[in-house]
């Protein structure tokens, strides 16, 4: 960082190219090019997002840096999005993967004695679990059996052991996949079966509604997707240290942008999940 002209040190800390001779900073090609908000605030908030399992809210980072609520939103935002995993890099998932879904947000809808679940309002959540391993989770339309079978042939290899629950969507699956399809019957209350259980994707869902639920309160289903970035990086990084995962976290910035602008007529409170 050593000025081209006068040989000293540049006050404003950017770097030259020797080939094309062009000024930059750090923050160039990462989630924070163009941000105003000083480093030490950024480098907190990835902190706070990497060591606290349910998540941390906009309000919390707001009151801790000593930032508008506006500029605490920005941030966070693009720390999920340097979250974001990027699928075509990733191997498919393997060994014995178990597959469930569930349901976030919304109304409950009242009809006989079922509160939440298929049929209601809610957004429904697919994830597919290796034991032991990763775990990948998508808002989807629907969970008819196409939408399901089709986020499965996305996300797990053909040689993979499936394990899911007696929901109907899932029939027909031995044929695509050389471990074959086990289900445990829920509806007959049985939830383990020697090793044929959801247990693990079940206490994903769990960790992601407590953050949901308890840090976050209110999330649309328009932005839900980079909330499932945050708590699928969370999930796939249990074993590293929080410095360890912060760094991770950081690295993860590079070269990724989030050109973002609140839609007409968006809370940003709202839209974005803040806790209120």
């Known amino acids: 960082m050593v000025d081209a002209k006068t040989g000293e040190r540049n006050s404003r800390s950017l770097w030259r190219c020797h080939d094309c001779g062009k000024q930059y900073t750090v923050r160039i090609g990462t989630v924070y090019e163009e941000s105003r908000i000083p480093l030490r605030h950024w480098c907190y908030a990835y902190w706070r997002a990497c ?7 906009a309000l919390e980072i707001k009151r801790q840096c000593q930032i508008t609520y506006k500029s605490a939103l920005f941030l966070m935002n693009r720390i999920r999005f340097a979250m974001a995993p990027e699928v075509e890099m990733k191997p ?7 597959c469930d879904e569930t349901y976030v947000g919304g109304k409950p809808r009242y009809i006989g004695t079922r509160r939440c679940g298929r049929g209601t309002s ?26 399901l079978k089709g986020a499965i042939r996305e ?17 027909g699956l031995d044929p695509r996949y050389e471990g074959g399809h086990d289900t445990v019957c829920h509806s007959t209350k049985e ?3 020697g090793d044929v259980h959801t247990n693990t994707a079940e206490s994903s869902f769990a960790l992601m509604k407590r953050g949901l639920h308890g840090i976050y309160h209110a999330v649309s289903k328009q932005y839900l997707h980079r909330y499932l970035w945050q708590f699928d ?5 249990r ?12 690295k993860s910035a590079e070269g ?3 050109m973002y602008r609140p839609p007409v007529g968006v809370r940003l409170g709202y839209a974005n999940g803040a806790s209120h």
């Open 233 to 237: 990086f969370l999930w796939n990084t």
């Open 122 to 147: 809610k957004t429904p959540i697919f994830a597919a679990v290796q034991r032991d391993g990763r775990i990948r989770r998508r808002v989807v339309a629907d969970v008819t059996s196409r939408t």
């Open 256 to 258: 990724k942008r989030l």
């Open 92 to 98: 498919k998932l393997a060994g014995i993967v178990e």
């Open 155 to 171: 996300m797990v290899d053909k040689k993979a052991r499936i394990i899911t629950d007696d929901f109907q969507a899932y029939d």
């Open 51 to 57: 060591t606290s399992k349910k998540g941390v809210s």
């Open 191 to 193: 939830y383990v079966r």
């Open 239 to 250: 074993y590293a240290n929080d410095g360890e995962r912060t760094v991770l976290a950081i």
